[in-house]
């Protein structure tokens, strides 16, 4: 069964930088997709971004430019750096991954509160 688990969520005041990580277990192979979500308070999704098998990776607007995601294929992990925080990225992000036969496995999420 994979499993996932994510660090490094916490308050930050805006402008501040913040990095994400989302470790999977579980699985011999590397997945093709790993990626992050967001949930604002106001229970919208969002995509935060998405990195492939191969490095290529793909960003939602409101994040782009702000942030950058990676990965570490032998230990399955992905990284989200984030910078220049805004109040708005208040959220709880769920790291996500798929695996070869598209199954999609869930982080239980880390806070991440931008605030002054």
């Known amino acids: 069964q994979v499993q996932l688990v994510e660090s490094g969520g916490g308050l930050v005041q805006p402008g501040e930088s913040l990095r994400l990580s989302c470790a999977a277990s579980g699985s011999r192979f590397s997945f093709n997709y790993m990626g992050w979500y967001r949930q604002t308070p106001r229970k919208e999704r969002e995509v935060v971004a998405v990195i492939t098998s191969i490095g290529i990776p793909n960003y939602g607007d409101s994040v782009k430019g702000r942030s950058t995601i990676s990965r570490d294929i032998p230990k399955n992990t992905v990284y989200l750096q984030m910078n220049s925080l805004k109040l708005e990225d208040t959220a709880v992000y769920y790291c996500?991954?798929?695996?070869?036969?598209?199954?999609?496995?869930w982080g239980q999420g880390t806070q991440v509160t931008v605030s002054s």
């Open positions: 996500y991954v798929v695996d070869l036969v598209a199954n999609t496995y």
